[in-house]
């Protein structure tokens, strides 16, 4: 039995190793000036990333996390794009726990949200869900937490084709800082 834990401890660092060890190889993005990298994320936990603010103010618990199967050595500003899967969406409100369904807005309304950038957030850290200690956080099932801070929801959500893993989303006129 021992030698069993051992082992498999050992193959899941080598496994984390070079899963590190990729990311590093494979996600440098070549920097476009006026890009923002961004992440794809399903529905509707693209809007609860983005409305932290309100659950915040009512004592809700708040999604600052974004659990990825993958890491990045990159950090900073991340626009969050609301997949166009409306499948995957419906999934999600027929599979919610009673405490996450009191958090969800009708699904009706995040439809329009489809294929969207809806938010801008400073991902300012990653950790595994191992090195986590107990984090009471309910949206933290990892493996990897992205850690997001300072995320605001776009004035109103600007379309885009999402992509898996970093892709870099250019900004509409309108939401660029004046140079």
Do not use: S
């Amino acid at each position: 039995m021992i030698r069993t834990v051992t082992h498999t401890r050992q193959a899941g660092r080598r496994v984390r190793d070079n899963v590190e060890r990729m990311a590093k190889l494979l996600d440098e993005l070549p920097r476009e000036p006026g890009t923002v990298p961004a992440i794809t994320v399903h529905q509707p936990w693209a809007y609860l990333l983005t409305a932290g603010r309100l659950f915040a103010r009512r004592g809700q618990p708040v999604k600052t996390v974004e659990n990825r199967t993958w890491l990045t050595q990159y950090r900073g500003p991340l626009a969050i794009h609301a997949a166009n899967n409306p499948a995957a969406m419906r999934r999600v409100y027929r599979e919610a726990p009673d405490w996450l369904a009191g958090l969800l807005p009708p699904a009706e309304e995040l439809i329009p949200t489809l294929g969207h950038v809806v938010g801008l957030a400073d991902l300012y850290r990653i950790t595994h869900i191992d090195d986590q200690p107990c984090d009471p956080n309910p949206f933290a099932v990892g493996p990897y937490l992205w850690h997001l801070r300072t995320v605001a929801p776009l004035p109103r959500p600007v379309p885009a084709k999402g992509r898996q893993r970093l892709w870099r989303w250019t900004p509409t006129r309108e939401l660029r800082r004046p140079a």
